[in-house]
């Protein structure tokens, strides 16, 4: 997004500052912290809050994955908010379905040098995260914070 001007200090005023370019035609907020934006030339996601990191590092990581599935692209990030392209949503056919799952496969195929971390948030709430070198260390290191399931 090199034709914005340099940011606000706040994420609400990020959005204004992009209203204000006169380039939005829609803005809908979605959540507490995400926006559906629409412009004169396209539309896209704008996100705020604790995870946006994460979440941005895991979007690139998976769309590294050859023959992975489809994820939305990071178009602009900074320590407050993460703005990625919309993804139209299609009907569901059984070929979407078939291609989904094939592209799952793929992705759960693929090779990763540590195991976990990953997100450290969902929504609002934090985890407790850590890299490991082996799914043995990642699931002991699981054990030692997850509490105990109640025998389920």
Request: hydrophobic residues 35%; charged residues 20%.
């Amino acid at each position: 997004m090199d034709y914005l001007p340099a940011w606000s200090q706040t994420p609400e005023a990020k959005l204004n500052q992009i209203e204000e370019l006169g380039l939005v035609v829609g803005l809908n907020r979605l959540s507490n912290n995400c926006w559906r934006v629409q412009t004169n030339f396209q539309e896209f996601i704008a996100k705020t809050g604790p995870g946006i990191e994460d979440e941005r590092s895991g979007l690139l990581a998976i769309g590294r994955v050859e023959n992975g599935p489809a994820v939305p692209r990071v178009l602009y990030f900074d320590s407050d908010i993460l703005v990625t392209e919309w993804i139209s949503h299609n009907s569901r056919t059984r070929a979407h379905e078939e291609n989904f799952g094939r592209a799952l496969a793929w992705l759960h195929e693929s090779t990763t040098d540590e195991w976990g971390a990953g997100s450290s948030w969902i929504g609002a709430c934090q985890l407790e995260s850590a890299n490991s070198k082996s799914g043995v260390e990642f699931y002991r290191f699981l054990a030692r914070v997850l509490p105990p399931s109640g025998g389920r």
